[in-house]
């Protein structure tokens, strides 16, 4: 999707008002990728997890995941929980990296009005359209 950055400083806010933990790498002093964690009863939440395309496969991505974990490891947590969509490919294979492949939730909700979803997803003995 193309960048908006108008929402982008909404959401920055959004997480500034609700005291998220930010955290951002820079590379001579640009900003190159950051996490945001959300924590609920000392459950820590990956909210949001962005690295620059031309900067991803070369560990920033890991040393940004890693900070979230020792954020949750404070919090009491052996794990941090993150929502996945089952089509985003590279964040699934980056968690699976990460030794994340414990499926926790399954979210289910109606199709919206004029909605199509042509994609499927099995799991166990229930399918599911996406």
């Avoid at 945001?36 to 991505?61: A, F, H, M, N, T």
């Avoid at 890693?66 to 590279?90: F, R, S, W």
């Avoid at 030794?99 to 979210?107: A, C, K, P, R, S």
Wanted: charged letters at 30%; proline letters at 4%.
């Amino acid at each position: 999707s193309e960048t908006d950055v108008d929402e982008a400083v909404e959401e920055l806010r959004y997480y500034l008002s609700k005291g998220y933990p930010i955290y951002a790498v820079s590379d001579n002093g640009r900003y190159i990728g950051y996490i945001v964690c959300r924590i609920e009863d000392d459950v820590v939440w990956l909210e949001s997890i962005y690295v620059k395309p031309e900067y991803r496969r070369k560990g920033v991505g890991r040393m940004l995941f890693d900070k979230a974990e020792a954020i949750a490891k404070e919090h009491g947590n052996p794990t941090l929980y993150q929502y996945v969509h089952p089509n985003n490919d590279a964040m699934i294979l980056f968690l699976s990296h990460m030794g994340y492949d414990v499926l926790n939730l399954i979210e289910i909700r109606k199709a919206y009005p004029e909605e199509e979803n042509d994609t499927t997803n099995n799991i166990g003995e229930h399918t599911y359209r996406y």
